[in-house]
């Protein structure tokens, strides 16, 4: 911090037209300081930062229109960006410049969440489903479970994970196209029942009614007693194939009642953890299936 002294001698040698050089020369002082103390008349002011470099390009006016229309795009639940906001704001700057000013503001970027949109009508199926289930006391030892499960010839469709080092590293096959699939029907009965069976890719009402009549009910016949088949409810979800008139007339004709699944809702089915145990069985020693009818 400069003395009043050094101040008052910077302006005697300044009317003498002395250059700023000379004078930090003299005095043995930056030739900054002498042309910021000449600037400021003498008098002892902080220096500022806050106007130093380039202007800013988005003034505190141009912050409020980007902030208020973030804000209302995700009220309307609409997608918003840095590029939807130039476009909409007609803004002569970088995209990146825009992304700057809303991460000032505390706007972060995230992944957008798909989900199921709900209606009223689905809700209250989905409340009365519930109420059904406490009400009639069904216990979930008396549900078939029932359902399809792809398996591909190149490994699980999930993404997988393992430990590795610098020596030891694990590939999964991979092929250029499709290298192949089959679907698989599945049911389970409590307690540790269970049938699978291959299906068609593309399987239609008559199919999967075929499928039920000769394969799958007679295998629950087998395993549940004449007088208790009338305690059990088949369950399945609402494929087109599950729901057409077809199928609904021949899941009339059986002694197991039907369980209506609501639409729309999570596939809340304990085969799901069948269907893990299987891909852990299938895929866990990387064996290369070379066609669909190996695996």
């Given amino acids: 911090?400069?003395?009043?002294?050094?101040?008052?001698?910077?302006?005697?040698?300044?009317?003498?037209?002395?250059?700023?050089?000379?004078?930090?020369?003299?005095?043995?002082?930056?030739?900054?300081?002498?042309?910021r103390v000449?600037?400021?008349?003498?008098?002892?002011?902080?220096?500022?930062?806050?106007?130093?470099?380039?202007?800013?390009?988005?003034?505190?006016?141009?912050?409020?229109?980007i902030k208020r229309v973030t804000m209302d795009r995700i009220q309307k639940n609409s997608l918003v960006n840095s590029r939807i906001i130039k476009n909409e704001l007609n803004l002569d700057v970088f995209l990146r410049t825009i992304q700057r000013k809303m991460k000032t503001m505390d706007f972060t970027y995230d992944k957008i969440e798909r989900k199921i949109p709900l209606s009223k009508s689905t809700k209250n199926e989905r409340i009365k489903f519930c109420k059904k289930m406490l009400t009639e006391d069904i216990s979930t030892n008396f549900i078939i479970f029932s359902d399809e499960k792809k398996f591909s010839v190149d490994g699980p469709d999930n993404l997988c994970s393992y430990q590795k080092n610098d020596v030891a590293t694990l590939n999964l096959p991979k092929r250029q196209g499709k290298g192949g699939s089959i679907i698989v029907l599945g049911c389970m009965v409590y307690p540790d029942k269970f049938y699978l069976t291959k299906t068609s890719s593309r399987m239609n009402s008559d199919e999967y009614i075929k499928l039920l009549e000769t394969e799958i009910f007679p295998f629950l016949k087998n395993n549940i007693k004449a007088s208790e088949r009338g305690k059990y409810w088949w369950q399945q979800d609402n494929a087109s194939v599950h729901t057409s008139r077809k199928t609904r007339d021949f899941l009339m004709s059986q002694p197991f009642k039907s369980l209506q699944w609501p639409a729309r809702s999570p596939d809340l089915n304990i085969i799901e953890?069948?269907?893990?145990?299987?891909?852990i069985c299938l895929y866990v020693l990387n064996i290369v299936f070379f066609s669909d009818n190996y695996l």
């Fill in 273 to 279: 953890n069948l269907w893990s145990i299987c891909i």
């Fill in 38 to 65: 000449l600037k400021s008349g003498g008098t002892k002011n902080k220096r500022t930062r806050s106007n130093a470099g380039r202007p800013r390009k988005l003034n505190r006016a141009d912050g409020l229109k």
């Fill in 1 to 35: 911090m400069l003395s009043a002294e050094v101040r008052q001698k910077i302006l005697d040698y300044s009317r003498e037209n002395r250059s700023c050089r000379w004078i930090a020369k003299k005095l043995k002082i930056a030739h900054t300081t002498v042309s």
